[in-house]
C-alpha cells in the first residue's frame, strides 16, 4: 500500500517544496530598507528595470528570423548525430539524410517566397 | 422469372416515385399516364412470370428470390426475399390486372381535378405496397405490406381532403386497421419468438402444433384479416370509405386490399388448421356478416353504399370458403368477385359522373335509355353477383356453398347462411338495378344529367376497362367448374390443399338451392321495384340503423374512452404531468443556466475543470485499483 | 552494428501520401499564380485524401492478420486499415465543404497544406503501437489543427479558438506525456503490447499513468469533463475546419483509446472500464443539458458532440468484441451525420454572412429543400431514428452494454436520447416550421451560387447515412474484422 502511495507522496513533496523555497527564500534573503521609496514598489523582473518605458523598439522582422534561426538551426543540428553513423547506415542513413533535407527544403523555399525573410 | 416478379413489385414503385419527384415536370395527364404504364408493365411482367412457372412442373414452381441479407446473427436472417408460387401469382395476376384497368379508368374519371398528380402517386403506391404483401416471401415483409397498404388507403380515402366526412371516414379506417395491424403484429412476433425464423416455410414447420398459444397466434391473424375485410366485428369502416373517388372504391375496397384477409387465412393456412376453433370462428363471422351486410344493403340509399355492403357480404363467402377448408374456393371467389364488383364500382363512377357526381339512388331512375352501355355491363356485373349460370360469380359461389357441406353440422348452419345470403343478394342487387336503370327517367335525371366529356358514358378511357371487365366478369367463371374440370384446383393444390371437398351430388344440391334462390330475390325484387306490383315494406329500423355496430362502439369504446381521458387529466395529467413537466423544464433550465456558468469562455476555468478531473480519477484509480 | 528497422513502406503509405501532398501544397501556396491557387491546392488536397483513403482500403484488405511493424513503432491491422479508411474519407469531405469558403487567398495553400497535415498526423496516430509514436501522432495533428482554428483571423473569434485551443490542447498534451512517462517508469516499455506483457500490474505508478493517458485522451475525444474546449473551440473556428474536427479527431481519439485501454491494459480493466462509464455518463449529461440552452448551432452541434463522444465511449467501456465492433460502426455513419451537419451550417453560414442561430436558420429548409432534407435526416441519424445508420448503432453499443451486464448504462442512453430530440428536433422546427420570407432573413448580396463541391459532399454523407442503415450488414462485418485485431 505505502509502495503506491510513495512515489505520488515524493513527487507532491517536491512540487510543493520548490515553489516553497522560492518564496520563503525571497522573504528570508531579501533585505528589506525601512524607507520605501517608489522605485522600490515597482514590479522587479530578472534584473531588467521594467519603468520607464524605452523608446526605441525591435521591429516584428528581429523576432521573425531569430525565429526562423532558431528553428533552422535546431534542425540542422540533427544532423551530427546522423553524420557520426552515416558509415553504418549506409544508403539506408542517406536516403532518410536526403528526405530530411528535402523537407527542410520545402519550408525553406516557403519562408522564402512567403518574403519572411526580407527585413522590412 | 425472378426479375419478372422484380418488375412486377417495382414498377409501381417507380411510378410512384417519379411522381412524386418530378413534381411540376409533369402535366397532370402525363402522371395518369404513367401510372397506368406502370400498372401495365407490371401487368405484362406478371403475365411473364405465370408463363414462365406454367411451363415448369408442379415441384418446382415454387421461387424463392433473396435479392439481399439485410441482418444475420446465427439461423436468424433478416432478407429481402420475394416469393413467386402458385398462390402469390394468382395474386399478381389479380392485382395488376384490374388495377391497371381501374388506374386506365382513372384518367378519364379524375380529370380536372387540381390533385390529379397526388392521386396517381397514391395509386401507384397502393399498387406497390399490396404486391408487396403478397409477393415478400416472409413476415417481416407481409407485415411491411400490410401496413403500408392501411396507409395508402387512408391517404386515398382522405383523397379530398377539403371534405370533413372524407378525413372522417379515412381517420376511421386508419384507426380500425391499426387496431387488426397491433393484433397481426402480436402473432407474428410471438411466431417469430417461437419459431426463430422469418420465412413462411420455417416458420409453419416450426409453429406451435396446437394448445393456447396457437390458438392466440390464430386470433391475432385473424383479428388482422378481420380488419382489412371489413368483417364483422371491425367492419365499419367500410361503407364510410365510400368516401374516397370511385376508382379507390373499386380498386381498394372491392378488387384488392378488402381481399387480403382471404388472402392471409390462405397463406397462413397451416397456423389456422393448428387451430380450428378460430378457423371455424372465422367462418362463422364470415357467415353472420354475410347475412348482416346483405339485410343492411337492403335499404341503403347511396350507390355506392350498397354496393360496399354487398362487397362485405361477398366477402363473408370468402372467409366461409377460406375458413371452412375449402381454399381453392375462396380463392376462386376472390378473382370473380375482383371482377364484377369492380366493374359494379366503375359502372356506379360513369352514373355518378353523368349525374353532376349525384350518389343517392332516390333520385335516380331510368337511365337505361340514356346509358344503354353501362345499363348491359352493370346488368352482367348484378348477375354474376347473385350467381346466376353461366356469370362467373355462379361458378366460385356455389363452388363455396357445395363444400360447406361437407363440413357436417356446423357446415349446415353455413350452409343455411349462404342460401340466405343467396336470396339477400338477388334482392338488393336488383333493387338497385330497378331503380337506378329501369322505367321512366327522374325528373333530377332529366335536369342534371349532362355530359362531362362530350360522351355521356365518359371518354373512351372509362369505357374500355368497363367495357373488358364486363367479359371478364361474364366468362370469367368458366376457368373452373367443380363437377366437370378444375384446374384452379390442381394450380393451388401444392400451396393450400383443401380439406373440404363437395361431391357431385353436393354441389348439384348447392347450385340449385342458390340459383334457384337467387332467382327468386330477382323476382322479388321485380315485384317491388321493377313492375311495382307489390309495395316496398317499411324499411326495418335494425337495417336502416346498420344494426347498431356504430352505436354500439360508440358507447362502449369511445365515450368511455372520453370520459376516462377526462377524468385522468383532471385526476392525473393536471396535477402530475403538467406539474412535473413544468418542473423538468425548469430544472433543465436552471441546469442548462448553471452550466453555462460554468462555460464562462475563461481558459483557466478550463484548465482548472480538466485538471479536478484528473485529480479525481487518479484518486480514485489509486483508492480503488 | 545498428539494427536498421525493416519498414513496410504499404502500411506508411495513407500517411505518407497525405504528408507528401502537404509539402507539395506549402510549395503550391508560395510559387503558384495566385488566381490557379485556390482551385490547384483543392485539387491536390482532394487526390490526397483520395490516395489515402484507396490505399487504406487496400491496407485493411491486404491486414488480416495484424502485427507491429517498423521496429514496432506502428499497427498494421484492420483496426487501423478502417479508422484510417474513415479519417481519409472525412478529410475528402472536408475538402469538398471548405471550397466555397471565402478563404483570405493568401492562406488558401496553407489551409489544404494544414489540412492534409492534421490528416496525415491523424492516420499516423490511429495506427501507433507504443507510447512514443502514440504522442507523436497526437501532436502532429493537434499542432495542424490550432493553427487551423485560428486561420481565419477575420473571422470573429477564430483566434480565440485557436489560441484557447493552443493553451487547453497543451495541457491536455502535457497529462497524455506525463501519464505516458509514469507508465513507462512504472512497466520499463513503451510498445503496448510490452505494456501488457509486464508484471508491474497494479502498482500505483501504472494506474496514475493510466489515468493520466485516460484523461489526454478523452480531452481529445471531448467527453466531459474535459470537454470545455470544444463549444468555445467549435463555435470560433471555421466551419469547414470544425467540420473535419468533430469527425476525424473524434475517430483518431476514440480508435485509439479503445486500442490502447485493451492491448496495453487489460489487467486494468476493472478500473478503465468504470472510470470510461463515468466520463461517458458525465458526457451525456453534459452535453444533452447544456445543448438544450444554446441558440448557435454551431455550439448546440458541438455539445451534442459531447454528447455523442459519452455513447461512444459506452461501447469501449462495455470491454468487449461487441462493443468494439459497435464503436467502428457507429464511427461510420457519425462521421457522416457531422460533416454533413456542419457542412449544411456552412452553406446557411455563407448565405447570410452571419454565424448560425436556430432563428436564422428558419425557412432554409424551404429555399434550399436537398439541404434541409439532408438537414433533417442528419437530425434524425443523431437522434437515432430507423433508416439511418443512427439506429443501427445505438442499437449495438446498447447491446455491447447490455452484454457486459451494465443494463442500467441503457437506461442512461434512452433517457439521454429522449432529451436530444428536444433539440434535435429544434433545428427541424427552425427550418422547415417557419418562412423566411416572412422573418425577412435577406441573405447578404443576393443569393450566392449554389456550391457543387458541398452539394456533392453533403450527398456523399447522406447516402452514408442511409445507406449504414441498409448496408449494415456488411459494415458492421467490416467492423467485426477489425475488431479481431484486439486483443480481447
New interface residues.
Given amino acids: 500500500m505505502f509502495d503506491d502511495w510513495l512515489p505520488f507522496a515524493i513527487y507532491g513533496l517536491f512540487s510543493l517544496v520548490i515553489p516553497a523555497t522560492m518564496i520563503g527564500a525571497s522573504f528570508a534573503l531579501a533585505t528589506r530598507p525601512k524607507r520605501v521609496v517608489k522605485a522600490r514598489t515597482i514590479p522587479f523582473e530578472s534584473g531588467v528595470s521594467t519603468g520607464p518605458p524605452v523608446k526605441q523598439r525591435f521591429t516584428v522582422s528581429f523576432y521573425l528570423t531569430a525565429m526562423l534561426f532558431v528553428l533552422f538551426d535546431i534542425e540542422i543540428v540533427f544532423l551530427y548525430p546522423l553524420a557520426v553513423i552515416l558509415h553504418e547506415l549506409a544508403w539506408f542513413g542517406f536516403l532518410e539524410f536526403l528526405v530530411f533535407i528535402l523537407i527542410l527544403l520545402v519550408a525553406y523555399v516557403y519562408i522564402w517566397r512567403k518574403g519572411a525573410l526580407e527585413w522590412r | 422469372m425472378n426479375t419478372a416478379a422484380w418488375v412486377t413489385l417495382l414498377a409501381p414503385l417507380a411510378s410512384a416515385v417519379a411522381i412524386t419527384l418530378t413534381g411540376n415536370l409533369l402535366s397532370r395527364r402525363q402522371a395518369g399516364f404513367l401510372a397506368t404504364g406502370a400498372a401495365l408493365v407490371a401487368f405484362g411482367a406478371a403475365i411473364t412470370a405465370f408463363v414462365t412457372m406454367v411451363g415448369k412442373d408442379a415441384e418446382e414452381r415454387i421461387a424463392q428470390t433473396t435479392s439481399w441479407t439485410w441482418l444475420s446473427a446465427g439461423s436468424f436472417h433478416v432478407n429481402l426475399t420475394l416469393l413467386t408460387d402458385q398462390l402469390s401469382i394468382m395474386m399478381m395476376l389479380i392485382i395488376t390486372g384490374v388495377g391497371s384497368l381501374i388506374v386506365a379508368y382513372s384518367v378519364g374519371y379524375i380529370d380536372g381535378d387540381d390533385e390529379e398528380r397526388r392521386f396517381f402517386a397514391y395509386m401507384s403506391l397502393f399498387l406497390f405496397s399490396m404486391l408487396l404483401l403478397v409477393q415478400g416471401g416472409d413476415l417481416l415483409l407481409l407485415l411491411a405490406g400490410w401496413g403500408m397498404v392501411g396507409l395508402s388507403s387512408y391517404l386515398l380515402i382522405g383523397y379530398h381532403q377539403h371534405r370533413a366526412a372524407a378525413v372522417a371516414a379515412a381517420k376511421k379506417a386508419f384507426v380500425m386497421n391499426a387496431f387488426g395491424d397491433a393484433a397481426m403484429a402480436m402473432s407474428l412476433f410471438l411466431l417469430v419468438q417461437h419459431t426463430g425464423r422469418l420465412d413462411y416455410a420455417g416458420v409453419f414447420e416450426n409453429a406451435p402444433g396446437g394448445g393456447a398459444l396457437a390458438t392466440v397466434i390464430a386470433l391475432g391473424l385473424l383479428g388482422g384479416a378481420l380488419a382489412k375485410s371489413a368483417q364483422i366485428p371491425l367492419h365499419t369502416w367500410l361503407p364510410d370509405a365510400m368516401e374516397g373517388p370511385t376508382p379507390v372504391s373499386a380498386l381498394i375496397h372491392a378488387a384488392t386490399m378488402v381481399t387480403a384477409g382471404v388472402y392471409l387465412i390462405v397463406r397462413c393456412h397451416p397456423l389456422f388448421e393448428n387451430a380450428k376453433a378460430v378457423e371455424n370462428l372465422a367462418a362463422g363471422l364470415g357467415a353472420v356478416t354475410l347475412v348482416m351486410a346483405g339485410l343492411i344493403a337492403l335499404v341503403q340509399t347511396d350507390i355506392k353504399r350498397v354496393i360496399a355492403y354487398s362487397t362485405m357480404s361477398q366477402i363473408g363467402y370468402m372467409f366461409v370458403g377460406a375458413a371452412a377448408g375449402s381454399y381453392v374456393n375462396g380463392m376462386f371467389h376472390l378473382m370473380t368477385h375482383a371482377f364484377f364488383k369492380a366493374l359494379l364500382f366503375l359502372a356506379a363512377g360513369i352514373i355518378i359522373h353523368a349525374l353532376h357526381d349525384e350518389q343517392d339512388i332516390r333520385k335516380m331512375g331510368g337511365l337505361g335509355k340514356k346509358l344503354p352501355h353501362t345499363r348491359t355491363v352493370f346488368l352482367i356485373g348484378s348477375l354474376a353477383l347473385v350467381g346466376v349460370p353461366p356469370f362467373s360469380g355462379f361458378f366460385s359461389k356455389d363452388a363455396i356453398i357445395a363444400s360447406t357441406l361437407d363440413r357436417g353440422t356446423f357446415g349446415l348452419f353455413l350452409f343455411g347462411a349462404c342460401l340466405i345470403g343467396a336470396f339477400l343478394t338477388g334482392v338488393y342487387t336488383f333493387r338497385l338495378y330497378f331503380i337506378v336503370f329501369h322505367g321512366e327517367q327522374s325528373a333530377f335525371a332529366k335536369e342534371h344529367l349532362h355530359e362531362p366529356h362530350g360522351r355521356l358514358e365518359g371518354p373512351l378511357s372509362m369505357v374500355w376497362p368497363v367495357t373488358i371487365l364486363g367479359v371478364l366478369a361474364a366468362v370469367g367463371g368458366l376457368v373452373q367448374f367443380a363437377p366437370v374440370w378444375h384446374p384452379l384446383t390442381r394450380w393451388l393444390e401444392p400451396i393450400a390443399p383443401s380439406f373440404a371437398e363437395a361431391t357431385n351430388t353436393q354441389e348439384f344440391i348447392a347450385s340449385a338451392g342458390t340459383v334457384a334462390l337467387g332467382l327468386l330475390g330477382i323476382y322479388v325484387a321485380w315485384t317491388m321495384f321493377g313492375a311495382k306490383t307489390r309495395p316496398v315494406p317499411q324499411p326495418v329500423a335494425a337495417f336502416e340503423a346498420k344494426f347498431w355496430w356504430d352505436e354500439l362502439y360508440d358507447a362502449i369504446f369511445y365515450r368511455p374512452a372520453v370520459a376516462a381521458s377526462a377524468l385522468l387529466r383532471r385526476l392525473v395529467e393536471v396535477p402530475l404531468v403538467f406539474g412535473s413537466i413544468n418542473e423538468l423544464t425548469r430544472g433543465f433550465r436552471i441546469g442548462s443556466v448553471e452550466l453555462a456558468r460554468v462555460q464562462n469562455g475563461l481558459v483557466r476555468s478550463y484548465a482548472f475543470a480538466l485538471t479536478t478531473g484528473l485529480a479525481v480519477l487518479t484518486v480514485i484509480f489509486l483508492v480503488t485499483k | 552494428?545498428?539494427n536498421?528497422p525493416h519498414v513496410d513502406w504499404f502500411a506508411l503509405s495513407p500517411t505518407l501520401a497525405l504528408i507528401g501532398a502537404s509539402?507539395l501544397l506549402?510549395?503550391v501556396?508560395?510559387?503558384a499564380p495566385k488566381r490557379t491557387r485556390k482551385p490547384l491546392a483543392a485539387t491536390i488536397a482532394g487526390a490526397a485524401f483520395l490516395t489515402a483513403l484507396v490505399f487504406a482500403i487496400a491496407l485493411t484488405d491486404k491486414s488480416a492478420h495484424g502485427a507491429a511493424i517498423v521496429a514496432d513503432a506502428i499497427f498494421r491491422d484492420r483496426w487501423t486499415g478502417l479508422a484510417q479508411v474513415l479519417i481519409a474519407g472525412c478529410g475528402l469531405v472536408a475538402v469538398l465543404i471548405s471550397y466555397g469558403e471565402r478563404w483570405r487567398e493568401e492562406h488558401v495553400g496553407e489551409y489544404y497544406a494544414l489540412l492534409t497535415a492534421a490528416g496525415a498526423g491523424l492516420v499516423f496516430f490511429v495506427s501507433a503501437s507504443n507510447l512514443m509514436t502514440l504522442f507523436l501522432g497526437l501532436e502532429w495533428f493537434s499542432i495542424a489543427l490550432y493553427v487551423l482554428c485560428a486561420i481565419d483571423i477575420h473571422l470573429v473569434g477564430s483566434l480565440e479558438a485557436g489560441?484557447?485551443y493552443l493553451?487547453?490542447g497543451a495541457?491536455?498534451s502535457a497529462?497524455l506525456l506525463f501519464g505516458s512517462a509514469l507508465v513507462y517508469?512504472a512497466t520499463g516499455s513503451l510498445g503496448f503490447d510490452q505494456i501488457a506483457a509486464g508484471t508491474h500490474a497494479?502498482?500505483?505508478?501504472l494506474?496514475?499513468g493510466?489515468?493520466?493517458v485516460?484523461?489526454g485522451l478523452a480531452?481529445k475525444t471531448s467527453a466531459a469533463?474535459?470537454h470545455?474546449?470544444t463549444?468555445?473551440v467549435y463555435q470560433g473556428a471555421p466551419t469547414p475546419v470544425t467540420a473535419f474536427m468533430a469527425a476525424a479527431t473524434k475517430v483518431g481519439a476514440l480508435v485509439v483509446t479503445a486500442r490502447i485501454l485493451v492491448t496495453a491494459f487489460p489487467s486494468?480493466q476493472h478500473?478503465w472500464t468504470?472510470?470510461l462509464a463515468g466520463i461517458a455518463i458525465a458526457s451525456l449529461v453534459?452535453g444533452n443539458?447544456?445543448a438544450?440552452?444554446q441558440r448557435n448551432v454551431k455550439r448546440l452541434l458541438a455539445y451534442s458532440s459531447v454528447s455523442h463522444a459519452g455513447f461512444m465511449l459506452f461501447a469501449i467501456a462495455a470491454a468487449n468484441t461487441l462493443g468494439a465492433r459497435s464503436l467502428m460502426y457507429y464511427l461510420i455513419p457519425y462521421c457522416a451525420m457531422s460533416l454533413g451537419a456542419f457542412a449544411v451550417v456552412a452553406a446557411r453560414e455563407r448565405e447570410l454572412g452571419a454565424p448560425v442561430t436556430l432563428e436564422n436558420l428558419a425557412g432554409f429548409g424551404w429555399d434550399r429543400p436537398f439541404l434541409g432534407v439532408a438537414m433533417w435526416v442528419f437530425m434524425l441519424g443523431f437522434l437515432g431514428f430507423p433508416l439511418t445508420g443512427g439506429f443501427w448503432g445505438k442499437i449495438y453499443v446498447f447491446s455491447a452494454v447490455y452484454q457486459h451486464g451494465w443494463w442500467w448504462l441503457i437506461v442512461v442512453g434512452v433517457v439521454a436520447t429522449m432529451?436530444s430530440a428536444v433539440y434535435y428536433l429544434a433545428i427541424v422546427r427552425s427550418m422547415f416550421l417557419r418562412d423566411s420570407v416572412e422573418l425577412a432573413l435577406a441573405p447578404v448580396g443576393g443569393a450566392p451560387s449554389r456550391e457543387v463541391a458541398l452539394s456533392i459532399g453533403v450527398a456523399a454523407c447522406l447516402v452514408v447515412t442511409v445507406g449504414s442503415f441498409?448496408a449494415?450488414?456488411p459494415l458492421i462485418d467490416a467492423a467485426h474484422a477489425a475488431s479481431r485485431a484486439l486483443p480481447f
Fill in positions: 552494428m545498428i536498421k509539402g506549402l510549395l501556396s508560395v510559387l489560441l484557447k493553451i487547453i495541457i491536455g497529462t517508469g497494479h502498482s500505483g505508478l494506474v496514475g493510466l489515468a493520466m485516460i484523461v480531452f469533463p474535459f470545455m474546449w463549444p468555445d486494468e478500473l468504470w472510470a453534459v443539458i447544456a438544450l440552452a432529451v441498409f449494415v450488414q
